[in-house]
């Protein structure tokens, strides 16, 4: 029996199986962490945030969050960062178009309104805050020489000396109807904020009153 034992085990055949360690995205990883942080800002405010209550929306443990950020600020630096960035990217989707421009900063629907709750939140945090202030300083330069250049391109009516201060104006029209549709959603829908945007911006730009058109019965 041993012997026929020993000849079956050496006719068979041995595989080393070498189980290779899942490779990990860390760019997706950040930006997972980053969105779930997003989450939690526009939910319960910056003072409230906690790395557990980010670990805990990303579905992961404290410490896979600690390893890529140290600490609260670095994480809440980052979310600041990915509001910006993501705002940017839609601008250049936007091709030139003015009121689409706009339109990005806007809480028009929930991830945007989720984005305006985050940007009102880190305005209060800024007060004191000299890096916090530089960044929305360069942010708002930033913004500021996007809309000269639309300005430039799609509306020619518009003198040459006169669109920086228009684009100033038209940033603080945004900034106030980003506040009101923020604070009281139900009472500034998504129609209401653009219909005040395109009242606002005929008179600045020159243009005839565009309303919508209200349907019949």
């Given amino acids: 029996m041993a012997t026929v034992s020993t000849a079956l085990a050496l006719s ?37 945030l906690r790395l557990v209550d980010v670990a805990r929306a990303a579905g992961v443990t404290t410490g896979s969050l600690t ?15 990915h509001v910006i960035a993501e705002s940017i990217r839609q601008i250049a989707e936007t091709q030139g178009d003015l009121i689409a421009t706009l339109a990005v900063f806007l809480p ?21 805050n000299e890096t916090l202030t530089e960044v929305h300083r360069h942010y708002y ?37 980003l506040v009101r549709a923020t604070l009281d959603p139900a009472g500034w829908p998504a129609d209401r904020q653009m219909e005040h945007m395109r009242l606002a911006l005929a008179p600045l730009l020159a243009r005839p009153v565009e309303r919508e058109k209200e349907t019949t019965s």
């Fill in 12 to 48: 068979l055949d041995f595989y080393i199986i070498t189980i290779m360690p899942k490779k990990v995205d860390h760019k997706e990883r950040r930006r997972a962490f980053t969105e779930a942080a997003i989450e939690v800002i526009a939910e319960r405010g910056l003072d409230a």
């Fill in 67 to 81: 390893h890529y950020f140290n600490d609260k600020d670095q994480l809440v630096a980052a979310a600041l960062d």
């Fill in 108 to 128: 028009l629907d929930e991830r945007s309104r989720r984005a305006a709750r985050v940007w009102l939140a880190f305005f209060g945090r800024s007060i004191g």
């Fill in 141 to 177: 330069e930033e913004f500021h020489r996007t809309l000269v250049d639309r300005l430039r391109l799609s509306e020619p009516q518009v003198a040459p000396e006169n669109r920086g201060p228009v684009a100033d104006i038209i940033i603080a029209l945004v900034d106030g109807i």
